[in-house]
């Protein structure tokens, strides 16, 4: 994995809420050690967008990201809804799938993990 600099990250927000893009293995791998981040947070293939309530504190405090690499952040800003909401809802990283998934779980992203099923809204 490539290191990410923190200090190039983009935050984004709408008329309503806002995030930070994260590469997705950072956070793929801060949860893997134990981070929690909610389903209001959405992802790509490449990245994570923690959305700014509670998951960007909790990453923030996780990675112990200093208030002088805050400050570096770009911000896009967009009138109406952004284009983020449409991306799928964050699912959770729970280690590795060595063989199918257990009961009461799926597969993840790339289907290299196993993950709790998830309940819509």
């Not at 981040?37 to 490449?46: L, N």
């Not at 993950?115 to 809204?121: E, G, I, M, Q, S």
Request: hydrophobic share 30%; net charge positive; proline share 7%.
């Amino acid at each position: 994995m490539t290191k990410t600099n923190y200090a190039k990250l983009r935050s984004f927000s709408d008329s309503g809420h806002g995030w930070l893009r994260v590469p997705l293995e950072d956070v793929r791998l801060a949860c893997l050690q134990g981070l929690e981040i909610s389903r209001f947070s959405y992802m790509t293939k490449k990245y994570a967008y923690l959305e700014e309530d509670c998951d960007l504190s909790a990453w923030i405090n996780f990675r112990q990201i200093p208030d002088e690499v805050k400050k570096q952040w770009k911000h896009s800003w967009v009138n109406g809804e952004s284009h983020i909401r449409r991306y799928e809802r964050f699912k959770a990283f729970c280690g590795k799938a060595s063989g199918p998934c257990p009961q009461g779980t799926e597969p993840g992203p790339n289907h290299l993990e196993c993950c709790p099923l998830h309940t819509p809204f």
